[in-house]
């Protein structure tokens, strides 16, 4: 019982990262109707950057405090997010307006390459390591129920507090705001948006500056855990089951189908991949949220398609 | 002036219903064709057939098979790569399992198993559309990766996980020259595209374009969409299977799963979108283009490089090849969002009217 609630408590921590680059999907799909494929290569990207700059900044500055630097590095990588998603409303979004989905979505892979060639070229393609002064060191806990305790990383449960705090802030955002009032407004109905003068394209680029922190966020997270490596940008496609689980336009979609696909593919891989070999994982996600889709085909919390002649 | 079809009558059904209505396009496809079976042979050299006739003559039959499955029907496919390795792997099983099965067979039994797990993997797409379908056309995709990396019976237990065919022939033909190598590629892509070209042109392919242009109302005015959508995967499973069986056997010879990965997918839906949804003659664009941009690249970049005293690292190279890649292909969907093959329409149709455009 111990090792399973262990499993499970590993699934969720993994569904968490999910859900955070499925945030980002949906975020973008929401607000500009954009499939965005290049959302692993911007994580990357903003992932290689912070870890670099964090690298960078004590020689430049001679600060010697890590947190300090830390910090500078974040936002700096936060300054070249914007920068992306203001290069990406301008140079791609803006001319392919009115686009059919399956243009728009080769466009995003087109930003894809861009993004990891830039990427690679800039910050080179070793693997670097991201350090945030998380603790490391596993816990036992609850060694009075279960026999010999659960063995659970530190690390895990400050990167689960700060995904929260930032779905927390998100939400804030949205709701308390008038950007983000009016990124919500663009999200439900782009011509009436416009019509009572919210600046779409000024929007794009909000919604994908903020889907670049998110994915800046993921990959501090991931980074600190397994180090950045050029192999971080497939986490995309680690993240698409989550996100036609959930459902493309729901962002609470996004987050529990994060944590059913985490759990779903832990569970696999430990309980179903010995009796048919190991590696199950990433197709063992793609069948879950098929099979959920054959009974919902909009997702658990995707808008209803009501189909006209 | 050159180029009308004024004073060409059709006195028959026969003559109105050609795939070439105007004599000057059936005349430049017969020197196109004339070219490529005799012209490319006595000119071409080895590296030119090895490196990029044969991949251009493969991929563009798998463009074929992927065109007809999202440019023709409408559904969005990320599985091409999976199809591909099906054909291969289910053609290799075919070859070394059976002894004395002829070659051609083989592949056309990789195919037609390329086709029925495309049948499988197609019936989500009656309950799911769009981009949604398109992720879980990536589940074909994941699941076959892992297939045929970890069940050692498909692999023919191989130690090494790499699989490898010899001594091909075909009625005593043997295939090892690049020439013998481009002959039979273009042979099998000629009779295939013909048959993808009057596919298209035929019931089945007006069915196709209905659903994609609606399905519900396709549905209303008759048409099965059991039937239509399925047949459509059927279809370019099969061309997309035998591509991939020609790849492993003809092009690679000895291959792993990784040359059948999702790259190829993406590459292949590249290749679509970029030559033209819904065309035959954009299929054939679109792998040109894609399967010469990196070569290209590739070759070019040091020299531009050098021009200005700056000589470039080969990993340098390789991202700004990436770099340059995806910068094209935005640009090219920016400039031209309906693909090559409709710059080539309305080139046609300017000449027509040419030198008097009023």
Redesign the interface.
């Known amino acids: 019982m111990g090792f399973f609630i262990e499993t499970l408590i590993g699934g969720l921590m993994a569904g968490m990262l999910y859900s955070l680059v499925a945030l980002g999907f949906v975020l973008i799909y929401k607000a500009s109707g954009v499939?965005n494929f290049a959302q692993g290569a911007m994580l990357l990207f903003a992932a290689l950057a912070m870890a670099r700059f964090s690298a960078w900044i004590p020689e430049w500055l001679g600060i010697d405090s890590l947190w300090l630097a830390n910090v500078i590095a974040f936002f700096i990588a936060g300054a070249l997010m914007y920068l992306v998603a203001w290069l990406i409303e301008r140079?791609?979004l803006r001319?392919?307006v009115n686009?059919?989905?399956?243009?728009l979505?080769?466009?995003t892979?087109?930003?894809?390459?861009?993004?990891?060639?830039?990427g690679?070229?800039i910050f080179g393609?070793a693997i670097y390591k991201i350090d945030v002064g998380m603790p490391k060191e596993p816990v036992l806990i609850l060694e009075g129920i279960f026999e010999g305790g659960l063995l659970i990383n530190k690390e895990d449960f400050v990167a689960a507090l700060i995904a929260a705090v930032l779905v927390a802030l998100l939400t804030l955002f949205f709701q308390k705001t008038v950007t983000g009032r009016a990124l919500r407004a663009v999200a439900d109905d782009h011509q009436a948006a416009q019509s009572i003068g919210i600046p779409l394209n000024h929007i794009w680029v909000i919604v994908w500056f903020v889907a670049g922190i998110v994915a800046l966020v993921a990959g501090v997270i991931w980074g600190s855990k397994l180090g950045v490596q050029f192999s971080l940008a497939t986490v995309a496609?680690r993240g698409?089951?989550v996100?036609?689980l959930g459902g493309?336009t729901s962002i609470p979609g996004a987050i529990i189908g994060g944590l059913i696909i985490g759990v779903g593919e832990k569970l696999s891989e430990v309980y179903l991949g010995p009796m048919i070999?190991?590696?199950?994982e990433?197709?063992f996600a793609?069948?879950l949220?098929?099979v959920f889709?054959?009974f919902r085909?909009?997702?658990l919390f995707g808008e209803k398609?009501i189909?006209?002649? | 002036m050159l180029y009308r079809e004024n004073g060409q009558f059709k006195t028959s059904y026969a003559a109105d219903q050609q795939i070439f209505p105007i004599a000057q396009d059936r005349w430049a496809i017969l020197g196109i064709l004339v070219f490529a079976f005799i012209g490319i042979p006595l000119l071409g050299d080895e590296y030119l057939m090895r490196a990029i006739l044969i991949p251009f003559l493969i991929l563009s039959l798998a463009a074929l098979g992927v065109n007809i499955l999202?440019g023709f029907c409408g559904q969005?496919t990320l599985g091409a790569g999976a199809f591909m390795a099906v054909g291969a792997y289910a053609a290799y099983n075919f070859h070394i399992r059976i002894e004395g099965l002829p070659l051609l067979v083989s592949i056309l039994l990789g195919g037609i198993t390329s086709a029925l797990v495309g049948i499988v993997f197609g019936i989500?797409s009656l309950?799911?559309?769009?981009?949604?379908l398109?992720?879980?056309t990536?589940?074909a995709q994941?699941?076959t990766?892992?297939v045929f990396?970890?069940?050692p019976w498909f692999t023919n237990n191989a130690s090494s996980g790499s699989v490898s065919v010899s001594n091909l022939q075909i009625m005593g033909w043997e295939i090892i020259t690049p020439f013998d190598k481009y002959m039979f590629c273009l042979v099998w892509l000629t009779v295939f595209a013909l048959l993808a070209k009057n596919m298209t042109r035929s019931a089945i392919g007006r069915q196709w374009m209905a659903i994609r242009d609606?399905?519900?109302?396709a549905e209303?005015i008759g048409i099965r969409p059991l039937f239509a959508k399925l047949s459509a995967f059927a279809v370019s499973s099969f061309f997309v299977g035998t591509a991939g069986a020609l790849w492993g056997f003809i092009h690679l010879s000895s291959w792993e799963p990784a040359a059948f990965s999702?790259d190829r997918s993406?590459q292949l839906?590249?290749m679509v979108?970029?030559g033209g949804?819904g065309s035959i003659m954009g299929s054939f664009f679109g792998a040109a283009f894609i399967v010469t941009l990196p070569i290209a690249l590739n070759q070019f970049l040091p020299a531009i490089g050098g021009l200005f005293g700056v000589t470039i690292s080969t990993?340098?190279v390789s991202?700004?090849?990436?770099?340059i890649?995806?910068?094209?292909?935005?640009f090219f969907?920016?400039k031209e969002?309906h693909g090559i093959a409709r710059l080539w329409s309305t080139g046609k149709e300017k000449l027509r009217l040419w030198p008097f455009p009023h």
């Open positions: 499939f140079l791609v001319p392919l686009q059919e989905g399956a243009t979505l080769m466009a892979l087109g930003i894809a390459y861009v993004l990891e060639g830039l690679t070229s393609t496609l698409l089951p996100v036609i493309l070999g190991g590696g199950i990433i197709w793609y069948q949220a098929l889709l054959l085909p909009q997702g398609i189909d006209r002649v | 999202v969005i989500p309950r799911v559309r769009g981009l949604y398109a992720v879980a990536l589940a994941f699941f990766d892992w990396l970890r069940i609606m399905d519900v109302a209303v999702v993406f839906l590249f979108i970029i949804l990993a340098g991202h700004a090849e990436l770099i890649f995806g910068s094209l292909i935005i969907l920016i969002p």
